[in-house]
């Protein structure tokens, strides 16, 4: 009566019967991924719990979570991960409040993602003031140099921004994590990561499909 029993993994190995070419196809990419590069193997774990986060697959997150105690990330660094994605997550929600002045509006432009609307954001600040200053300090905390350095979160920020698909967010971050050093290379695969946990997710899902098929 659990749709999430870790038993049910088991389902995904009639997988390799239902759809060998796309398993492999999907296995080949996700191993690629993970491939030690500009980003260490580490670092590529930490981001995969955080997009795991994102994607609210426990499957995922527990994966993960123990590749990534195997390799020797520890908990706390694991726990700001997290709070990176809280802290874009609700960013990604602050800044597309800049969209009501425009829905408002019956001379709105037709372009809906103008860099221009985030000049809009004090309407929000202006109408809830103390909210506004209380989402401000997290998302400042949450992006702090802690165990993880402030270089890395700004490039797990981006991972994350790709994820939540907020085109704000990764624009904020992208030109953040320039200003620290981060490379193209590390961006891109820091992306590239984000994209192997949104197809893992589903493939891991497959797992209740079958399950459900089967009943």
């Known amino acids: ?21 796309q398993l492999q196809a999907f296995s080949e990419f996700n191993n690629t991924v993970f491939q030690e590069g500009a980003l260490s193997i580490k670092e590529k774990e930490i981001i995969a719990v955080a997009i795991a986060h994102v994607t609210e697959c426990p499957y995922c997150i527990d994966i993960h979570t123990k590749k990534a105690k195997a390799v020797g990330i520890t908990l706390e660094e694991l726990v700001e991960a997290v709070f990176v994605v809280s802290g874009i997550e ?32 004090g309407q929000l600040q202006k109408g809830a003031p103390e909210g506004f200053k209380a989402y401000s300090k997290f998302s400042a905390t949450a992006m702090k140099e802690g165990k993880l350095s402030a270089k890395f979160k700004e490039i797990i920020a981006v991972a994350v921004a790709h994820a939540t698909q907020c085109p704000y967010c990764i624009d904020v971050h992208a030109k953040n994590a320039e200003k620290l050093g981060a490379t193209q290379e590390e961006l891109s695969e820091a992306v590239l990561v984000t994209s192997a946990l949104l197809a893992g997710g589903a493939y891991a899902h497959i797992a209740n499909l079958i399950q459900s098929y089967g009943e």
Do not use: W
């Open 90 to 121: 609700a960013g990604g929600a602050v800044t597309h409040s800049t969209h009501i002045e425009n829905a408002l509006s019956k001379e709105a432009p037709d372009s809906l993602y103008n860099r221009s609307n985030l000049k809009k954001l």
């Open 1 to 21: 009566m659990n749709f999430y029993q870790k038993e049910n993994l088991r389902n995904l190995n009639q997988v390799k019967d239902l759809a060998p070419e």
